[in-house]
């Protein structure tokens, strides 16, 4: 019967995309003409969130079912029947905000999406047909089922749509804790761009030039990365605060050092000699403290440490490292990163090549990094603040006139060598020394005498001598530094190496995670690169001789599943269309 139809066209779902899927590519798609009410069967469906996580089987929770259509050869029947209509045999079932707040209430941390998604990237989409044609898609689709997305630039922002808590998902799956089973990997968070998929089929066709000739399956991954969460990055900031607590430490020891306190009595003294001349001073009593402005150091712990090419971001404060996935993974047979464009079940791995180049990024950054450090702590030390207090008895013929004092006010050493004002003294004079029987007047004058001496040269040179004493007081602090800097470089040596490992622990071949981007039953077998089928191929309707039915034919843009788990297995985007039959 079939072989009488005329040969024809149907309507193409189309794709919105700036790429698409090779097989889509691939293959023209032709159609026997089957107009006629009752020509036969069609279903088609479309499931954005679809598997089981841990022990939630998401096809339970209702408010994130898909939606499919059914064609009895007459009349379309959606699935939910609350689903939009769209016309022509085609209904929509859009996720919305209170399915999502579903979502994180029956799954918490495990998946997570915003409440604030784009309803365009949440769609669900079905259409089936009495001309034996049907297609479904799901995810950032139109709503005539075209995709709607494009690869983000390398380096570039990524709107979430989702994002997967792999440390809950590896410990409901297997009862294990992630570091079990990466080592220096504590948490991982696996975030994913925008997903779509879409597939379309035609009876007619299928029976008349072939199954692979009638069907087309896209799908399209607009990024992925990966969010590690590890003692190696938080050694970062634990490091550094292990140095500036050993340099203050040491700051207060210096500053507390009697025989540094004695010297800078005397030397201080000695440079107010000419001031001093008709007065004598006693022992005099020095008071010091040396307080470093660590911020800029402290600010380096907060802010990311980034490459150029956006490969990753570290955040040492957080004791996380983002890494962009798109530009780091694809399949074996291809020696350079890719996640679009893949053949069906292709498994998404750590690329090697993209891998050593990663870790030099990494190595070249951290490197800087640690410069900035040490050079910022380099600077707090020049610019510790400086504050002084000498204090001494003065007296003229044998008789107390006061008590000089000298302040360096919090002045900066930095200023200090330079001799920049800021540095005081003066002297006290003692109660009544103006009233004293015959030298009074005396005496007051020559303390009227001396404070004029005390001239902002003189104090200048004051700074300067004070100064001079505390930068070679201060030179051991060179060795706690060196140290510091040593140990920041066993710290990110340590990074580079850890993440390198946690990668190939993630998304390696033997990997706890196992990605496979475009996962399809029943693969065109000219597609030479296919890889195994996913687990729910097995269930799915194969297709019948008498009479012709397609069987059923589905794609999902990304699934996950978890080494040694048979049981946990995550669809993104899952589309079908199928079985069809042939009646008419």
């Given amino acids: 019967m079939a072989a009488a139809l005329v040969l024809g066209a149907i309507g193409v779902v189309p794709s919105e995309a700036s790429w698409a899927d090779r097989q889509y590519d691939a293959a023209t798609v032709q159609s026997v003409l089957c107009t006629d009410p009752g020509s036969g069967t069609s279903t088609g469906s479309g499931t954005l969130l679809g598997g089981t996580l841990g022990s939630t089987d998401l096809s339970t929770i209702a408010s994130v079912r898909g939606v499919s259509a059914t064609n009895d050869g007459t009349t379309t029947t959606p699935t939910p029947s609350t689903a939009t209509s769209l016309g022509s045999g085609a209904y929509s079932n859009p996720l919305s905000v209170s399915a999502l707040s579903g979502i994180d209430a029956d799954i918490g941390p495990a998946l997570q999406l915003p409440l604030t998604a784009d309803a365009g990237g949440l769609n669900q989409y079905a259409r089936a047909a009495s001309d034996t044609t049907s297609a479904g898609a799901a995810g950032a689709v139109s709503n005539s089922g075209g995709i709607a997305v494009t690869q983000r630039a390398p380096g570039a922002a990524m709107p979430r749509f989702a994002t997967v808590g792999l440390g809950q998902v590896v410990q409901s799956a297997l009862g294990q804790n992630l570091s079990s089973l990466v080592t220096g990997i504590t948490d991982a968070q696996l975030g994913l761009g925008a997903v779509a998929s879409s597939a379309q089929l035609s009876g007619c066709t299928a029976e008349w030039r072939g199954i692979y000739t009638g069907l087309v399956r896209q799908y399209a991954l607009a990024g992925m990365d990966a969010t590690l969460t590890s003692p190696a990055v938080s050694s970062l900031v634990t490091t550094t605060d292990a140095g500036l607590s050993a340099l203050s430490a040491q700051l207060n020891a210096i500053a507390g050092n009697s025989a540094l306190l ?113 050079a910022a702590v380099n600077a707090a030390l020049a610019a510790v603040a400086v504050n002084l207090d000498l204090t001494a008895p003065v007296s003229a013929l044998s008789v107390n006139v006061g008590t000089l004092f000298v302040h360096t006010n919090d002045l900066t050493l930095a200023q200090l060598l330079a001799g920049s004002p800021g540095v005081t003294a003066g002297i006290d004079k003692s109660s009544g020394l103006c009233s004293v029987v015959i030298v009074g007047a005396t005496l007051c004058a020559l303390v009227t005498t001396v404070l004029g001496n005390l001239t902002p040269a003189l104090l200048a040179s004051v700074g300067q001598t004070i100064g001079g004493t505390l930068q070679t007081a201060l030179a051991p602090t060179a060795a706690t530094v060196s140290t510091l800097g040593a140990n920041l470089g066993t710290a990110t040596g340590t990074l580079v190496s850890t993440v390198g490992g946690g990668l190939t622990g993630l998304f390696g071949a033997t990997g706890a995670i196992q990605l496979w981007a475009n996962a399809q039953n029943r693969p065109d077998p000219a597609e030479l690169n296919a890889g195994p089928e996913p687990g729910w191929a097995a269930g799915l309707p194969a297709p019948t001789a008498n009479p012709f039915g397609t069987g059923r034919y589905d794609v999902a843009a990304l699934r996950m599943t978890i080494r040694g788990s048979a049981t946990t297995g995550l669809d993104l985007a899952r589309s079908s269309a199928g079985s069809n039959t042939v009646t008419g």
């Fill in 262 to 374: 004695n010297s800078l009595g005397s030397s201080i003294l000695l440079a107010l000699k000419p001031a001093l001349s008709t007065l004598g001073a006693g022992t005099p009593t020095v008071t010091l403290s040396l307080t470093p402005d660590f911020s800029a150091v402290t600010a380096l712990l907060s802010t990311p440490i980034t490459d150029s090419s956006g490969l990753f971001s570290i955040s040492p404060s957080a004791g996380t490292i983002t890494l962009d996935l798109d530009a780091l993974m694809g399949p074996a047979y291809l020696t350079s990163p890719k996640i679009n464009g893949l053949a069906p079940n292709s498994r998404l791995l750590i690329n090697g090549t993209a891998l050593t180049a990663l870790e030099a990024a990494m190595t070249s950054a951290l490197t800087a990094w640690v410069s900035s450090v040490i």
